[in-house]
């Protein structure tokens, strides 16, 4: 019963901003303040989060290696899985920014009669991920057009796309019913996937369940509750807040408030929580460094410069007599020495 | 810090991204739409003006369906006055300028109603006639 708990803040949050809202006075608390303080929540976070991980050193080079590394000529280099250059880092990178490809090569071990261990294949993460992030991406862009004016060509373009189905008035977005897919295939997959489930905490859940009602108040807000839901005003709120300039003259039903402090909640929550991969990704050590390490030395940032390299020959430049007088063998004999000096 | 070279860029990135909507706008809120109110001086409308500035999209869809796929197209009472199902036959009857009444918000929020990729506005209906 570890998810009750965000099922439980999830709904405190919606009792919060929908009744809130309705008390007179409070729409500037809603739609101004926590939005903004939302906002300057999550940029300062985001930044501070990046700067404590750019301050952490990098002791070794620990890139992931999952294929051959650069060896003699004739033995062919698995250049994105083992990359050397910086080029090939970029490209491993992309490709595990733009289409997850770490979680496409996920495996799940299962134990048959034999006894014998099995690993096969396991996409659905790298599925259900790809599904959720690119609709919510989606999502994202296209909620600029309350912020921007005039709209641009690309942005209307993009909406288009997204409503290409002309189902219904307004227009079914595509990406509304990927995201909600999405979001559901990710919740089951921790119920349903023992070894999943064991391990995941209320902070796996908290996020899904939120982004999940960020969804549902959308859809219903656009579908459904349309009482005092008027687009006009709500663009002129959207466009005063990004031009310091806001203000709520008139009447917005309670259901946009309940979607606007559920993302002011996941804005603020974001630097502090799991959603930081967003920028962890760009600084994950394992996947931003080439494997390099026997052609280039990787210089431990902790080293303390006073401590100098101490080689096996003055070691035992210092030692030899000790080392004779104890008998453990040495390199150079204590004559060899003598005869030099 | 260590790469400063590469983190810094991508913070500032980052930010101008989040931050795109008040860069791009540079400030300047826009100026708000007023749709024109019927050049025929009519006051009342099929449904009352909240229901709607709301709900009209669902309202037109409704009619759409009654009458293209139910072959319903019943007669609109409005203060007396005879109005049969569409867009054309009913709403653009008073609202007679597309361009000052729909465009203006429809503009303003980017919404592309697909409306007009059958019916014609008033200007061009007309237009048509005088072809024919």
């Given at each position: 019963?570890?998810?009750?708990?965000?099922?439980?803040?999830?709904?405190?949050?919606?009792?919060?901003?929908?009744?809130?809202?309705?008390?007179?006075?409070?729409?500037?608390?809603?739609?101004?303040?926590?939005p903004?303080?939302?906002?300057?929540?999550?940029?300062g976070g985001?930044?501070?989060?990046?700067m404590?991980?750019?301050?952490?050193?990098?002791?070794?080079s620990?890139?992931?290696?999952?294929?051959?590394?650069?060896?003699?000529?004739?033995?062919?280099?698995?250049?994105?899985?083992?990359?050397?250059k910086?080029?090939?880092?970029?490209?491993?990178?992309?490709?595990?920014?733009?289409?997850?490809?770490?979680?496409f090569?996920?495996?799940?071990?299962?134990?048959?009669?034999?006894?014998?261990?099995?690993?096969?294949?396991?996409?659905?993460?790298?599925?259900?991920?790809?599904?959720?992030?690119?609709?919510?991406?989606?999502?994202?862009?296209?909620?600029?057009?309350?912020?921007?004016?005039?709209?641009?060509?690309?942005?209307?373009?993009?909406?288009?796309?997204?409503?290409?189905?002309?189902?219904?008035?307004?227009?079914?977005?595509?990406?509304?019913?990927a995201?909600?897919?999405?979001?559901?295939?990710?919740?089951?997959?921790?119920?349903?996937?023992?070894?999943?489930?064991?391990?995941s905490?209320?902070?796996?859940?908290?996020?899904?369940?939120?982004?999940?009602?960020?969804?549902?108040?959308?859809?219903?807000?656009?579908?459904?509750?349309?009482?005092?839901?008027?687009?006009?005003?709500?663009?002129?709120?959207?466009?005063?807040?990004?031009?310091?300039?806001?203000?709520?003259n008139?009447?917005?039903?309670?259901?946009?408030?309940?979607?606007l402090?559920?993302?002011?909640?996941?804005?603020?929550?974001?630097?502090?929580?799991?959603?930081?991969?967003?920028?962890?990704?760009?600084?994950?050590?394992?996947?931003?460094?080439?494997?390099?390490?026997?052609?280039?030395?990787?210089?431990?940032?902790?080293?303390?410069?006073?401590?100098?390299?101490?080689?096996?020959?003055?070691?035992?430049?210092?030692?030899?007599?000790?080392?004779?007088?104890?008998?453990?063998?040495?390199?150079?004999?204590?004559?060899?020495?003598?005869?030099?000096? | 810090?260590?790469?400063?070279?590469?983190?810094?860029?991508?913070?500032?990135?980052?930010?101008?991204?989040?931050?795109?909507?008040?860069?791009?706008?540079?400030?300047?809120?826009?100026?708000?739409?007023?749709?024109?109110?019927?050049?025929g001086?009519?006051?009342?409308?099929?449904?009352?003006?909240?229901?709607?500035?709301?709900?009209?999209?669902?309202?037109?869809?409704?009619?759409?369906?009654?009458?293209?796929?139910?072959?319903?197209?019943?007669?609109?009472m409005?203060?007396?006055?005879?109005?049969?199902?569409?867009?054309?036959?009913?709403?653009?009857?008073?609202?007679?300028?597309?361009?000052?009444?729909?465009?203006?918000?429809?503009?303003?929020?980017?919404?592309?109603?697909?409306?007009?990729?059958?019916?014609?506005?008033p200007?061009e209906?007309?237009?048509?006639?005088?072809?024919?």
């Amino acid at each position: 019963m570890k998810y009750a708990f965000s099922f439980l803040a999830v709904i405190a949050l919606i009792l919060i901003a929908g009744l809130g809202s309705q008390i007179p006075g409070m729409q500037y608390f809603f739609g101004v303040a926590i939005p903004y303080l939302a906002i300057m929540l999550f940029v300062g976070g985001f930044v501070y989060r990046v700067m404590q991980w750019a301050k952490s050193p990098v002791p070794f080079s620990i890139p992931t290696t999952c294929g051959q590394g650069a060896s003699l000529d004739f033995i062919k280099q698995d250049k994105l899985d083992c990359p050397t250059k910086t080029s090939e880092v970029v490209a491993r990178m992309f490709l595990e920014i733009f289409l997850f490809r770490s979680l496409f090569r996920n495996t799940k071990s299962e134990i048959h009669n034999g006894p014998k261990v099995t690993y096969e294949s396991s996409k659905w993460l790298w599925l259900f991920g790809l599904l959720f992030h690119y609709s919510f991406l989606l999502i994202v862009i296209r909620h600029m057009r309350l912020f921007i004016d005039p709209v641009p060509y690309w942005l209307s373009a993009i909406e288009g796309a997204d409503s290409l189905l002309q189902i219904g008035a307004p227009t079914l977005y595509l990406s509304d019913v990927a995201l909600l897919g999405g979001l559901l295939l990710l919740f089951g997959r921790r119920l349903v996937n023992r070894q999943v489930r064991y391990i995941s905490l209320n902070n796996d859940y908290f996020p899904l369940v939120l982004i999940f009602a960020i969804g549902v108040t959308g859809i219903l807000m656009r579908y459904f509750l349309r009482t005092n839901i008027d687009i006009i005003n709500i663009k002129t709120l959207a466009m005063g807040l990004v031009t310091f300039s806001p203000v709520i003259n008139v009447k917005i039903g309670a259901i946009f408030y309940i979607h606007l402090f559920l993302v002011s909640t996941l804005l603020a929550y974001f630097p502090f929580s799991k959603l930081m991969h967003m920028g962890g990704v760009f600084m994950s050590p394992t996947r931003n460094m080439a494997n390099d390490s026997r052609a280039k030395r990787h210089i431990n940032p902790w080293n303390d410069p006073t401590i100098k390299p101490h080689s096996y020959a003055g070691y035992e430049d210092e030692f030899r007599e000790f080392m004779v007088d104890a008998g453990i063998p040495v390199e150079k004999e204590l004559s060899a020495v003598q005869d030099e000096a | 810090m260590y790469n400063k070279g590469t983190i810094i860029p991508g913070l500032i990135i980052f930010v101008l991204i989040v931050t795109f909507p008040i860069w791009f706008n540079g400030l300047k809120a826009g100026t708000l739409p007023k749709p024109e109110l019927p050049p025929g001086g009519e006051k009342k409308c099929v449904m009352p003006v909240e229901y709607m500035r709301a709900n009209h999209m669902q309202l037109l869809n409704q009619w759409r369906d009654d009458v293209l796929r139910n072959n319903d197209r019943i007669v609109v009472m409005v203060e007396g006055k005879k109005y049969r199902k569409g867009l054309q036959m009913a709403c653009m009857k008073c609202h007679s300028n597309k361009e000052k009444f729909c465009d203006n918000c429809h503009t303003y929020t980017a919404v592309k109603p697909y409306c007009w990729d059958c019916h014609l506005t008033p200007k061009e209906a007309a237009s048509k006639e005088e072809t024919h």
